[in-house]
Nanobody, 126 residues
């Protein structure tokens, strides 16, 4: 099993940047993909970015790809999401997710693709 703990959220003004962190523990060597999702008020959970932990490939949602960067420090097992030019519609609970499977028929940034989830960190932009 993999445990995920997010941090770095907060209340910020529009236009600033923020870096979210997700520390993984447990069977971390089993992780193949890690991703960030977010869920805004009254909305479904949407995929933001995904990282192939083994090879470093990244995938971004079209809605945010010009403003976010996903990265990971494999030494301390910490996943990051750097978001720039924050806007009020970025307000959401941000979740970290992990999956041990190298392949799947489920779309890359779909909730169903990931087996392990953190509790989330809240980002409020106003």
């Amino acid at each position: 099993q993999v445990q995920l703990v997010e941090s770095g959220g907060g209340s910020v003004q529009p236009g600033v940047s923020l870096r979210l962190s997700c520390v993984s523990s447990g069977d971390t060597t089993e992780i193949y993909y890690m991703a960030w999702f977010r869920q805004g008020p009254g909305k479904g959970r949407e995929g933001v970015a995904r990282l192939n932990v083994r090879f470093g490939n990244t995938v971004y949602a079209d809605s945010v790809k010009d403003r976010v960067t996903i990265s990971r420090n494999n030494v301390n097992n910490t996943l990051y999401l750097h978001i720039t030019s924050l806007r009020p519609d970025d307000t959401a609970m941000y979740y970290c997710a992990a999956d041990p499977r190298p392949s799947s028929k489920v779309p890359t940034l779909s909730v169903e693709r990931y087996q392990n989830w953190g509790q989330g960190t809240q980002v409020t932009v106003s």
